[in-house]
């Protein structure tokens, strides 16, 4: 019988589950998201959303994943057959959607980096952007040709991913994310230090921290915690329970949740504290209020930090490079998780050899993540973004606590299991999250987006996310979001391999 893949130790492990949850979201999104949301006064229910979903749920993966020590299609499959099964693989397509895109972003940030030394954007950052490097075309929809300055660093973010994965759990993954995560640890807390020390700082941070109490009486806030709580921990789309069916079988399954969703946070508050202070420095020499130049996404790391730096008085092309390097490692650690789960998956089902499902389910990643490589990628980027992440993640999390709750009944029987291995004991307490809490508020948000998207309420002229069209929100959005369901479907009507099922060393309990 051949021995499942186990990581070298615990802080490989817990090293390889920060890495997967701190991602590009960490840097670009929290910080705004935050200040949008009541500035210091969001932390009360960011916390709270911490503490009754967000590490609960990793909780409950980490158990799945130790307990049935498989993928998530096999750990569901061993949890109640074929009527789980599709749920592990829903997680698996979702995956691979994110995966498609999010190494392409990660390609801009490389571009930058070395963008960063002669600041080659010059004061036109905007127009750098999308005309220069992305060569975008003017209409959504619009696919044009491929662009070289994308391709070519998009081809070695596959090559580097492929070397990662190749080597396996504990020479690939575990080694990468030993190097990655203290490197990115390092380079991001200089950033922030030079963040702190530039005129306006205090400004900046204090737009950031200061509380702003009415907004707790807000629901939106509420739900916008959960939300990012949600995204930010890389629950509900297969990686952690993949992750943790490496665990060797005396593992304390509590204390790495704890240990990993708190070192998340810890990375959150330490990226709203850089890109606030940076973003005071901004408004400062503009002579205009934060929130004018505060924003997120895209825009805030390849617009507007390029004007940042710009702007600084020294060290310009160190402070660039070191901002968008940090880009690269964060996003490098996730990539390497979200591909993992189809690696795995695809390898349980068919009783692949690891080299053959590396390479066919990164060459098909590969292969497809050319689409947003083209002048109309960046329009398919944000759509199927915002739909796969909406309707893929969010939705899975919400049937996932649900069926676990509800149906098939097995948070005591997870109870049991955590907690003969783990010395935070959980409990009723841990129950009442899963089983009332999070679902509640993540069947409310669910319904939110719905009504917004099915009914086109957006704040735009066409009502549809973004402004675009109905043809291509239904095309780019709504069809992705569809796809990783309908797929999860085909894959779970496959028979098993032999091997996955005669495989017993497994809690059947």
Known sequence: ?????????????????????????????????????????????????????????????????????????????????KGAEWLGWWGIFVSFVISTYYAVIIAWAMKYTIYSFNMAWGDDTEGFLFGSVLHLADIPGEIGGLVPEV????????????????????????????????TLAVVFLLVVLRAVTLDGAAVGLQAFFKPDLSKLADPTVWVAAYGHIFFSLSIAFAIMITYSSYFPKKSDITNNAFITGFANSGFELLAGIGIFAALGFMAAQADVPVGEVATAGVGLAFVVFPQIINEMPGMNGIFGAFFFLSLVLAGLTSLISICETYIAGVSDKFNLSRTKSVFIGVGAAALISLLFATNGGLYLLDTADYFINQFGVAAIGLVEVILISWAFRKLRVFETHANEVSDIRIGMLWRICLGFITPIVLGWMMLGLLRTNIFRLHETETGNYENYPDSFVLAGGWSIAIFALVMALIFTAFKWSKKATDFTDYDNR
Do not use: C, D
Not at 30 to 50: D, H, R
Not at 164 to 171: C, Q, Y
């Open 151 to 182: 391709l070519i660093p998009l081809l070695l973010v596959w090559v580097i991913a492929l070397i990662i994965l190749h080597a396996g759990v504990k020479k690939g993954i575990e080694l990468a994310n030993r190097i990655f995560i203290p």
């Open 1 to 81: 019988m051949v021995q499942r893949s186990q990581w070298g130790t615990r802080a490989g492990f817990i090293l390889a589950a920060v890495g997967s949850a701190v991602g590009l979201g960490n840097i670009w999104r929290f910080p705004y998201v935050a200040y949008e949301n009541g500035g210091g006064a969001f932390f009360i229910p960011y916390l709270f959303a911490l503490l009754t979903a967000g590490i609960p749920i990793l909780i409950m993966e980490f158990t799945i994943g130790h307990k049935y020590r498989g993928s998530a299609p096999l750990s569901f499959f061993r949890m109640n057959g």
